[in-house]
């Protein structure tokens, strides 16, 4: 048995920001109270979550999802909203690590996730203000654009990926307003509202069958002789139990907890430039 710490939501102020106030609208779930039963139970109620909610039911088991906080609350409804192939390594630093054949399957198994999300999109009609305008990064010395060809031979030749684009100073200045000294461009890149989509992704699970609670905050994980997650107002008994609140699982599962790091990131939102 495990327990998890208290003090979910501090410091967790989303009420002020773009996304919120740009949301579309979406129903209030209500908190669990008492014990239920499913086949799988999830916690965490954003991108993760709600997609394993989402595809498990399509495949006709019962789920039951647990969010601590709205949906949409942590990480997912308030991130950059950027749909970009790869990884966060770029594709020579994976060859390095792992061999060209093992890279270009880790490379592969990203450029899938956006398949994924893209496909989520259109069967499910979510309305997310999606734009595939591609995704630019600019070169401010000589360095970055050596580094941009050869990071873009790289994904050609080893990843199978010809998507990438070198741009002169010139053709970046057409695309944005910025004196880059060049910029490379990936054409399969986009963007879209990450509150709405995880709304969404809600909406979907729901329709699909899956039941949601929020602010019922997973505080206790047994597995003997079953599975059964409580919050402060009951528990659900399930066969299987997906862990997905990333930072806010609060060392709910000691053994996720030692591989989580939270990190802020902090973003920026303008009049058009």
Not at 28 to 35: F, R, S, Y
Not at 125 to 152: K, Q, W
Request: aromatic share 6%.
């Amino acid at each position: 048995m495990t327990m998890a710490s208290t003090g979910f939501n501090s410091g967790l102020h989303i009420g002020k920001s773009y996304y919120v106030a740009t949301a579309n609208p979406a129903p209030d779930h209500p908190a669990l109270t008492g014990d239920a039963e499913a086949d799988l139970v999830v916690v965490g109620g954003g991108c993760t979550g709600l997609s394993a909610a989402l595809h498990a039911a399509e495949r006709g088991l019962k789920v039951v999802l647990l969010e601590g906080g709205k949906i949409g609350w942590g990480a997912s409804g308030r991130n950059g909203g950027q749909i970009i192939p790869g990884l966060r390594k770029g594709a020579k630093e994976l060859v390095r690590a792992f061999g060209p054949e093992r890279a270009k399957a880790l490379f592969d198994l990203a450029f899938e996730a956006r398949g994924l999300v893209l496909d989520i999109i259109e069967r499910h009609g979510i309305e997310c203000d999606l734009r595939l305008t591609g995704h630019l990064v600019g070169a401010v010395n000589g360095s970055d654009m050596r580094e941009f060809e050869e990071e873009a031979e790289c994904l050609a030749k080893v990843m199978d990926f010809p998507h990438v684009e070198i741009l002169s100073a010139a053709e970046a200045r057409r695309m944005v307003d910025t004196p880059y000294l060049g910029a490379s461009f990936e054409t399969l890149g986009g963007h879209m509202h990450p509150l709405n989509y995880t709304l969404g992704l809600a909406g979907a699970a729901s329709a699909a069958g899956v039941t949601i609670h929020e602010n019922s905050v997973a505080v206790r994980l047994e597995r003997e002789p079953f599975i059964r997650v409580f919050t402060d107002k009951g528990s659900v008994r399930a066969r299987h139990v997906v862990l997905a609140g990333d930072a806010l699982l609060n060392g709910l599962e000691p053994r996720v907890n030692s591989r989580i790091m939270p990190i802020g990131n902090y973003i920026v939102a303008t009049e058009p430039l």
